[in-house]
């Protein structure tokens, strides 16, 4: 036979047993005592067993209701945990999320994102897996991050891309160096002419470098001297008069570039979108929201500190 359970009955069974006044368990219910009365009923009718003695002044469990009151209180605390805990979750008050992030993302927005998001939501667990792009596509594919902060690759029909901001590259080279003295804004063809200090191949600033050379008539050949996987570490070598690098505008400000100037490329081959990347099949949890939410406030921040965009050299 089939039962019709209702929790709000059997709650009403428990705050009666515990306060020991239907008075009482009906004002912490919050309903009037007749229809508390009409609850413990309909829970008795629905068992077929009287489970109060009930007098004017007093109530007290029958046998059948102490056998009842030893098997449900338990399973109804699990129950209401249950549900206090996706309330939690729902609400961000705890949680985990793991994203990745493209180093440069990872530099300039992670901390700033992830420190206003700790303040807000302490109980809340982030894990932050810095890759490169065709790597965090595959970790999304695989359901090891949850989204990542990435530049917009080739489309894919399984993957949803929703953009922060526009970013570019930047010439960076030492105070006094030629390119200073270059008219205008610079171009790939300029940075060039010297040697070259360049992220490792896989980066997307990699990637992006190598595309443009190749894909631009008469380009001469790139003189790669340095190659190497940290962003600092470049800045490092520049400063050390041991050639020119490009690297991404947004990380610039997070860099220590003392010494060294910084000019954008003007090259549409030089830019770039950074955005959320994450199935088009899976929501994001409340907490990658939040998280979400905190990023675009951090990259609306540091678009504030970064060099301007410079004009789009004409196509051909």
């Given at each position: 036979m ?5 929790y709000r009955p ?5 705050l ?16 009037t ?5 009409a ?7 629905v068992?077929?067993l ?17 056998d ?10 699990d129950?209401?945990?249950?549900y206090?805990s996706?309330?939690d ?10 994203l ?10 992670l901390p700033?994102?992830?420190g ?5 939501h302490?109980a809340?667990k ?14 999304l594919r695989?359901?090891?991050i ?8 080739e ?6 891309f ?14 006094g ?5 270059e ?7 300029d ?7 360049l992220l490792?191949?896989g980066s ?7 595309r ?22 470049a ?9 020119v690098?490009v ?12 010494g ?15 955005g959320?990347?994450?199935r088009?099949?899976?929501s ?5 929201q ?6 675009e ?18 196509a051909?």
């Open positions: 089939a039962i019709n359970i209702k059997l709650k009403a069974f428990l009666a047993v515990d306060t020991g006044s239907f008075t009482h368990a009906a004002n912490q219910l919050g309903v005592q007749p229809s508390f009365t609850l413990i009923q309909d829970l008795e009718e068992l077929g009287r489970l109060f003695e009930r007098t004017t002044r007093s109530i007290s469990l029958t046998s059948a209701g102490q009842f009151y030893a098997r449900v209180q338990r399973p109804i605390a129950l209401e945990e249950a206090r996706l309330a979750l729902a609400a961000v008050r705890r949680g985990n999320v793991a990745g992030a493209l180093p440069s993302a990872a530099l300039s927005l700033a994102a992830t206003t998001l700790r303040l807000a302490p809340l982030v894990r932050v897996v810095e890759a490169h792009n065709d790597e965090l596509v595959a970790l695989t359901n090891q949850e989204f990542a902060v990435a530049a917009l690759a489309p894919a029909p399984d993957l949803t929703t953009p922060l901001g526009e970013d570019c590259f930047c010439a960076v080279y030492p105070a160096h030629p390119l200073g003295d008219a205008g804004t610079l171009h790939w063809r940075v060039l002419r010297y040697d070259l200090i490792s191949q997307n600033a990699r990637q992006q470098f190598d443009a050379v190749r894909d631009e008539v008469g380009a001469p050949a790139t003189a790669l001297r340095y190659d190497v996987t940290n962003m600092g570490t800045a490092g070598m520049v400063r050390q008069g041991l050639g690098s690297l991404p505008r947004l990380a610039l400000p997070e860099l220590n570039l003392s060294l100037r910084c000019t954008p490329l003007g090259d549409a081959s030089a830019r770039r979108y950074i959320l990347l994450h088009r099949d899976r994001l949890s409340p907490a990658a939040a998280l979400v939410e905190q990023l406030i951090a990259m609306a921040d540091i678009q504030t500190r970064l060099l301007p965009l410079p004009p789009l050299a004409p051909g």
